[in-house]
């Protein structure tokens, strides 16, 4: 389950973005090695996993070749959910009556991205419209857990997190409107953050209607906190009206006041390895100087989630009450009755914050016996990304999970004799 060194025929494969950008920066290697590189990933491994479901290789060479310009991921492949408009590429949104669907414009996020200097090699699985929390559409079949190809990577953004768990690209763009970045990076064994609403640039998916607010929004599936952040200082709205967060860099210098939500929104506790989990967890926060302190939802709206958070400064949960679930568990040709249940069952940690707007992550600092991450979720009050990720980067120094690769993974693949 553990590799930490590159491989003799990839040097680039355990590099996360900011280490493979920094190469392309020192004129080390080209963004072209990089794509071929990534390309190559993507083709020995993909068979089994089924994340990416659209290869842009040829229009990625061109871009590759074409000099990435001077953005600070310049150079860097990457891979893009089925749900975001880039102007000219597939966009199906899982669905099969959009299967030949291009998009004809690119959205402000997806502009951003371009900015960045990311290289764009491909579009990776969603579930139709991205709306439940496994990735099996019938329009181009399941994504697998690169940890048990049994298992499901969880969704909205299962392609995404498959993908970054295999090594294929060193991060993946996801969005979030219940817990579609937070569920995979917890079932995959990766980083995600969800931010707050407002903090973003636009991804032009319309709103819901009734003039109530998005609950969706956009970022990204990692290896490391520093990718996430760097990324996140990149596409935020430079209006938006939270105040500019910037890049954060640092670990956090202060102890905080945590809250332990070990129940989930339907009554009930996570099953017992993801509950022991959550304990583990508190127990390494409170190693690390912060005060956790067991407590419950404070439910009668979002205002008062957002009023709670006064109290404490992060509340920590799990973030699947279940380890990840077969395949075909949450099936969409279940009775409508018996697949809402489930997937309601499954995800009562996570809905919660984009209701409220407040940021949310998830981190893998757990694995159950049979060897399946547990993800841990922390949330902060609404425009608190800087107090999350200064959390998550003391979480990584203590508990460090970079070294972890799935069965199924590139590196784990390419070591085998």
């Given at each position: 389950?553990v590799?930490?060194?590159?491989?003799?025929a990839d040097?680039f494969?355990t590099?996360?973005?900011?280490a493979q950008?920094?190469?392309?920066?020192?004129g080390q290697?080209?963004?072209t090695?990089?794509?071929?590189?990534?390309i190559?990933r993507?083709?020995?491994?993909?068979?089994?996993?089924?994340?990416?479901?659209?290869?842009?290789?040829?229009q990625?060479?061109r871009?590759a070749?074409?000099?990435p310009g001077?953005?600070?991921?310049?150079?860097?492949?990457?891979?893009?959910?089925?749900?975001?408009?880039m102007a000219?590429d597939?966009?199906?949104?899982?669905?099969?009556?959009?299967?030949?669907?291009v998009?004809s414009e690119?959205?402000?996020?997806?502009?951003?991205?371009?900015?960045?200097g990311l290289?764009?090699?491909?579009?990776t699985?969603?579930?139709e419209?991205g709306?439940?929390?496994t990735t099996?559409?019938?329009?181009?079949?399941?994504?697998?857990?690169?940890?048990?190809?049994?298992?499901?990577?969880?969704?909205?953004?299962g392609?995404?997190?498959?993908?970054?768990?295999a090594?294929?690209?060193?991060?993946?763009?996801?969005?979030?409107?219940?817990g579609?970045?937070?569920?995979p990076?917890?079932?995959n064994?990766v980083?995600?953050?969800?931010?707050?609403r407002?903090?973003?640039?636009s991804a032009?998916m319309?709103?819901?209607?009734?003039?109530?607010?998005?609950?969706g929004v956009?970022?990204?599936?990692t290896?490391?906190?520093?990718d996430?952040a760097?990324?996140?200082?990149?596409?935020?709205?430079p209006e938006?009206p939270?105040?500019?967060l910037?890049l954060?860099?640092?670990p956090?210098a202060r102890p905080l006041?945590i809250?332990l939500?070990r129940?989930?929104?339907?009554g009930?506790?996570?099953?017992?390895?993801?509950?022991?989990a959550a304990l583990s967890?508190?127990?390494?926060?409170?190693?690390?100087?912060h005060?956790?302190?067991?407590?419950v939802w404070?439910?009668s709206?979002?205002?008062?989630?957002?009023?709670?958070?006064?109290?404490?400064?992060?509340?920590?949960s799990p973030v699947?009450?279940h380890?990840?679930?077969?395949?075909g568990?949450?099936?969409?040709?279940?009775?409508?009755?018996?697949l809402?249940e489930?997937?309601?069952?499954?995800?009562a940690?996570?809905?919660?914050?984009?209701?409220a707007?407040?940021?949310a992550?998830?981190?893998p600092?757990?694995?159950?016996?049979?060897g399946?991450?547990i993800g841990s979720?922390?949330a902060?009050r609404?425009?608190g990304e800087?107090?999350l990720?200064?959390l998550a980067?003391?979480?990584?120094?203590?508990?460090p999970?970079?070294?972890?690769?799935?069965p199924?993974?590139?590196?784990?693949?390419a070591g085998?004799?």
């Open positions: 389950m590799q930490t060194a590159p491989t003799a040097p494969a590099l996360d973005a900011t950008a920094e190469l392309v920066r020192s290697t080209s963004a090695e990089l794509v071929e590189a990534a190559a993507i083709e020995a491994t993909n068979g089994a996993l089924n994340a990416v479901t659209h290869k842009l290789y040829d990625a060479r871009h070749a074409g000099a001077a953005g600070p991921f310049a150079g860097v492949p990457f891979l893009i959910k089925d749900l975001l408009s000219g597939p966009n199906t949104m899982g669905c099969r009556a959009l299967a030949s669907a998009a690119s959205s402000p996020y997806a502009a951003a991205l371009d900015a960045a290289v764009v090699v491909g579009r699985n969603t579930p419209f709306l439940i929390d099996e559409p019938k329009l181009f079949g399941p994504t697998h857990n690169p940890w048990d190809l049994a298992r499901s990577p969880a969704g909205s953004s392609g995404a997190g498959a993908a970054v768990a090594g294929m690209t060193p991060m993946a763009h996801a969005s979030d409107g219940g579609s970045i937070r569920l990076a917890c079932n064994g980083f995600g953050l969800k931010p707050s407002g903090r973003n640039r032009g319309p709103p819901p209607a009734f003039g109530l607010p998005a609950i956009d970022h990204a599936l290896r490391s906190v520093r996430s760097l990324l996140l200082s990149l596409t935020e709205d938006t939270l105040g500019r910037g954060v860099r640092d956090l006041r809250g939500v129940v989930g929104t339907g009930q506790r996570a099953v017992a390895e993801v509950d022991d967890t508190a127990r390494l926060c409170e190693s690390l100087g005060h956790v302190e067991e407590t404070p439910f709206g979002p205002a008062v989630l957002d009023a709670f958070l006064d109290t404490c400064d992060v509340l920590l699947l009450r380890l990840p679930k077969p395949l568990d949450h099936a969409t040709d279940l009775p409508f009755e018996t809402f489930r997937v309601v069952d499954n995800v940690y996570t809905p919660v914050f984009n209701v707007g407040t940021p992550m998830s981190v600092l757990n694995w159950s016996a049979g399946l991450p979720q922390f902060a609404v425009g800087a107090t990720l200064g980067y003391q979480l990584e120094a203590a508990r999970w970079a070294g972890r690769w799935a199924h993974s590139y590196p784990a693949v085998r004799p």
